[in-house]
DNA sequence: TCAATTTGGTATCTTTAAGCTACCATAAAT
DNA sequence: ATTTATGGTAGCTTAAAGATACCAAATTGA
């Protein structure tokens, strides 16, 4: 009865669901963006329990999301700071947060504004785009498999047949 | 001890987590993408406990993300089917998949490909970008109080200083 | 300089959620 | 007429969430 991983799982979004797919672990890494670095501080603005945030820690930092590093040599003191991996979630990040400033919030009451630090202009929308820069709705995307497709991956998009797509 | 809830928070990415920040929904959120419909497929193509899956797909009811309809009237056969707002999780979802392909799989492991329906070419990287289209990384960017944002917010902001951004 | 506080945890315990098995009523297929 | 599929619910066991207590080293304050 222990809890599926997903990590046999040959699709990648399993693999990121593994990473990130917890509460938490999204409030942390919003935290590692907005630049806080030390334990206590995570703590403070997240009201986390301290075993879950020990524990949601390890595992970034496990997952190569974040690094763990002494404050000062020879010290017990860490900082934990966003690996290159890590500042890749910055574009899943901000998709996310405009996704609830439309849905949840609603225009005219998003409380986060991010900003083009040059002009201080606000971020585009984040979408999905062709090749010439358009963007895609869903129904105008389709999916194949990829060079690291399996046979149970090959089997599942034969089975998904054009009109099988119900969006 | 209940289980904290993120709902008061005044945060967009925290109203994103508690509508997505869970491994099956996004999982089941993936499906919904790919055309499944119905619970039997859901759990088919997931192999997730029923009692969970009925637990998400009520959750994403209720979130507004999917929507529940007899499939015939009058029989007790129910179809789940994207809302607009859920499939305004798209680019959530393509972000994540293009994370794990990049630093999961790595480059030419990718189990999927997901392609402009009318070109068949891949679609680009996902990215945040400024107002004249050129990609920000997370170090180009800053935050700023929004329209809807609290005292509290405010005060969080105040205390990350242009310095205080551990990028 | 000595006490108080902060830091970064671990250990233990209780509550809550995950997920397995069994069951059930209706509907469709054979 | 019997079997199989659908869309669940109930009940149970295990695992995770989160509160509390504790601790040793470092740092701050009087």
Redesign the interface.
């Given at each position: 009865m222990t809890r599926?991983s997903?990590k046999e799982f040959?699709?990648?979004?399993?693999?990121?669901?593994?990473?990130?797919?917890?509460?938490w672990?999204?409030?942390i890494l919003?935290e590692?963006?907005?630049?806080?670095?030390s334990f206590s501080e995570f703590r403070k603005?997240l009201?986390?329990a301290k075993t879950v945030l020990s524990d949601r820690l390890q595992s970034l930092v496990d997952h190569?999301v974040l690094e763990r590093a002494p404050t000062r040599p020879g010290v017990d003191r860490y900082t934990y700071?966003?690996t290159a991996?890590g500042?890749?979630?910055?574009?899943?990040?901000?998709?996310?947060?405009?996704?609830?400033?439309?849905?949840?919030?609603g225009p005219?009451?998003?409380?986060?504004?991010?900003?083009?630090?040059?002009?201080?202009?606000?971020?585009?929308q984040?979408?999905?785009?062709?090749?010439d820069?358009h963007f895609?709705?869903?129904?105008?995307?389709?999916?194949?498999?990829?060079?690291?497709?399996?046979e149970e991956?090959r089997e599942?998009l034969v089975s998904?047949k054009p009109g099988?797509?119900?969006?």
């Amino acid at each position: 009865m222990t809890r599926t991983s997903l990590k046999e799982f040959n699709c990648s979004l399993a693999q990121a669901a593994e990473v990130i797919g917890d509460k938490w672990t999204l409030l942390i890494l919003r935290e590692a963006f907005f630049g806080t670095t030390s334990f206590s501080e995570f703590r403070k603005n997240l009201g986390v329990a301290k075993t879950v945030l020990s524990d949601r820690l390890q595992s970034l930092v496990d997952h190569g999301v974040l690094e763990r590093a002494p404050t000062r040599p020879g010290v017990d003191r860490y900082t934990y700071r966003l690996t290159a991996a890590g500042r890749d979630f910055f574009p899943t990040l901000i998709t996310l947060m405009q996704w609830s400033d439309k849905w949840v919030f609603g225009p005219g009451s998003e409380p986060f504004c991010v900003m083009d630090k040059e002009t201080m202009s606000p971020v585009q929308q984040v979408g999905v785009q062709a090749r010439d820069g358009h963007f895609l709705t869903p129904r105008e995307t389709t999916f194949g498999p990829g060079p690291g497709a399996n046979e149970e991956t090959r089997e599942a998009l034969v089975s998904l047949k054009p009109g099988n797509r119900a969006l």
